[in-house]
């Protein structure tokens, strides 16, 4: 159907068509599962919605990415509480205790019991903070009405923290696709590094042994 429709279309007219479809399932997909770079799909659409012709472009772009990290939040916690109120669990909470260290997960359980607002819009951006907030709110038992209503201003936040990056990333190149390769290094590099800063300060084994 979408195809049917994209083939009638002047040619940038039919991008738009099947481009904003496609930023909603990559986004939803990457809240859902971490197999998709979901920073680096923003900066990208952001890129080409900034070499359009069309004004709104770019606030289509907004709205589009913010609304599936939302759906995307809100099916994965509602997946959670499943395993939370069964008897037995579910694999998608144990995919969630697995993916959240322990130690992360006591200082988000600490964090969320005095800012839940707050603790919710830093996990968005922090990378790989997400997942632990989200089990927490999951073992506190928060109802999923009340923790969609607060990752509203995270996913947000979020959406125009990596929008802002696509929109850099291409002012700085006149060609789209140079400007998509730079936004997507420079998402990715936003996502890495307090990753790499982590490993670089984790205690090495076997350092420093006391001698006999």
Do not use: K, N
């Not at 979901?38 to 589009?64: C, D, E, I």
């Amino acid at each position: 159907m979408i195809g049917e429709l994209a083939g009638q279309l002047p040619p940038e007219e039919a991008r738009r068509v099947v481009g904003y479809p496609a930023l909603f399932l990559l986004v939803a997909l990457g809240a859902l599962v971490p197999v998709v770079p979901t920073g680096a799909v923003v900066s990208s659409a952001a890129v080409v919605a900034s070499h359009q012709a069309a004004p709104l472009a770019p606030l289509f772009v907004f709205l589009v990415a913010a609304a599936a990290a939302l759906a995307g939040d809100a099916a994965l916690y509602w997946l959670g509480r499943r395993g939370v109120t069964s008897r037995g669990g579910s694999r998608w909470l144990a995919a969630l205790r697995a993916r959240a260290a322990p130690d992360r997960l006591e200082r988000a359980q600490a964090r969320l019991r005095e800012h839940r607002v707050p603790v919710l819009v830093l996990s968005r951006l922090v990378p790989a903070g997400r997942i632990p907030v989200m089990l927490a709110c999951l073992l506190a038992r928060m109802p999923a009405a009340r923790f969609v209503r607060s990752d509203v201003p995270a996913v947000l936040a979020w959406t125009a923290t990596y929008q802002l990056i696509g929109v850099a990333g291409g002012a700085l190149f006149p060609r789209p696709w140079q400007g998509v390769a730079a936004a997507v290094a420079l998402a990715l590099l936003v996502g890495a590094a307090p990753r790499a800063w982590r490993w670089a300060r984790r205690p090495r084994r076997g350092g420093s042994g006391s001698g006999g």
